[in-house]
T-cell receptor, first 116, second 116 residues
Framework: ETGVTQSPTHLIKTRGQQVTLRCSSQ?????VSWYQQALGQGPQFIFQ???????GRGNFPPRFSGLQFPNYSSELNVNALELDDSALYLC???????????????FGEGSRLTVL | AQTVTQSQPEMSVQEAETVTLSCTYD???????LFWYKQPPSRQMILVIR??????QNATENRFSVNFQKAAKSFSLKISDSQLGDAAMYFC?????????????FGGGTRLMVKP
C-alpha cells in the first residue's frame, strides 16, 4: 500500500512568485486536504477536495487554490507569494463514503516552502 | 469557531516513566472527534489516538491513553513506559462530526523530550 507522497520536499521562492505543490493520495483514498504549518505552530486547514471539487475551505485568501485530478492526486497553487507563506505544507488523504463519512486521515511528509 | 489549546510548549520525561500532555478545547457542538497526533523530525503527522465525544469510555492504544472530560472540555494524553522513540511534537486536534470532512483544528503543540 502506497502512502501519501508529496513533492517537492523543499523549495525556495522569492516574494511575488507563484508555486505549485503536488500530492499523491494513499491508494484507495478519494479525498485530499491541505494544511499550512508555520514554524513552531500547529497545522492550519487550507482546503479539501472531494470528487475533484473544493468542498471545504479554511481562512485563506483566494491566491491559495487547488486542483484534484481523476486519479485523486492534488495540487496546491499559491500566487503572489508573501514572506508569511514560508511554511511546511502538508497534504492528507482519506476515504469518504457516499454518506460523506470520512475515515482516518493519513499525512504526507510535507513540502517546506521558503519565501525570500 | 472551535479552538484548541495546549498549554505546555515543552515536556520532559525519563525513559520508562509516565508523562501526561494537556489539551483543552472550546466548542458549542455536542458531537465531535478529538485526536492526538505525533510529529517526529520526519515531519509526517501520525495518528496516536482518537476519541469520539459521544463515548464516555476513554480511548486506549497500547501505552497511550486519554483522559476525556467532556464537561470540562479537556483531553489529556498519558504515555506510559516512555520510550526514546516517543520523542516528538504532539498535537491535539478537534474535528466536528457534522460535515467537517478533513477539517481538523490543531493546538499549538507540545514538544516531548525523553531522557535516557
Amino acid at each position: 500500500e502506497t502512502g501519501v507522497t508529496q513533492s517537492p520536499t523543499h523549495l525556495i521562492k522569492t516574494r511575488g512568485q507563484q508555486v505549485t505543490l503536488r500530492c499523491s493520495s494513499q491508494s484507495g483514498h478519494n479525498t485530499v486536504s491541505w494544511y499550512q504549518q508555520a514554524l513552531g505552530q500547529g497545522p492550519q486547514f487550507i482546503f479539501q477536495y472531494y470528487r475533484e471539487e473544493e468542498n471545504g475551505r479554511g481562512n485563506f485568501p483566494p491566491r491559495f487554490s487547488g486542483l484534484q485530478f481523476p486519479n485523486y492526486s492534488s495540487e496546491l497553487n499559491v500566487n503572489a507569494l508573501e514572506l508569511d507563506d514560508s511554511a511546511l505544507y502538508l497534504c492528507a488523504s482519506s476515504f469518504t463514503s457516499g454518506s460523506l463519512h470520512t475515515g482516518e486521515l493519513f499525512f504526507g511528509e510535507g513540502s517546506r516552502l521558503t519565501v525570500l | 469557531a472551535q479552538t484548541v489549546t495546549q498549554s505546555q510548549p515543552e515536556m520532559s520525561v525519563q525513559e520508562a516513566e509516565t508523562v501526561t500532555l494537556s489539551c483543552t478545547y472550546d466548542t458549542s457542538e455536542s458531537d465531535y472527534y478529538l485526536f492526538w497526533y505525533k510529529q517526529p523530525p520526519s515531519r509526517q503527522m501520525i495518528l496516536v489516538i482518537r476519541q469520539e465525544a459521544y463515548k464516555q469510555q476513554n480511548a486506549t492504544e497500547n501505552r497511550f491513553s486519554v483522559n476525556f472530560q467532556k464537561a470540562a472540555k479537556s483531553f489529556s494524553l498519558k504515555i506510559s513506559d516512555s520510550q526514546l522513540g516517543d520523542a516528538a511534537m504532539y498535537f491535539c486536534a478537534y474535528r466536528s462530526a457534522v460535515n467537517a470532512g478533513n477539517m481538523l483544528t490543531f493546538g499549538g503543540g507540545t514538544r516531548l523530550m525523553v531522557k535516557p
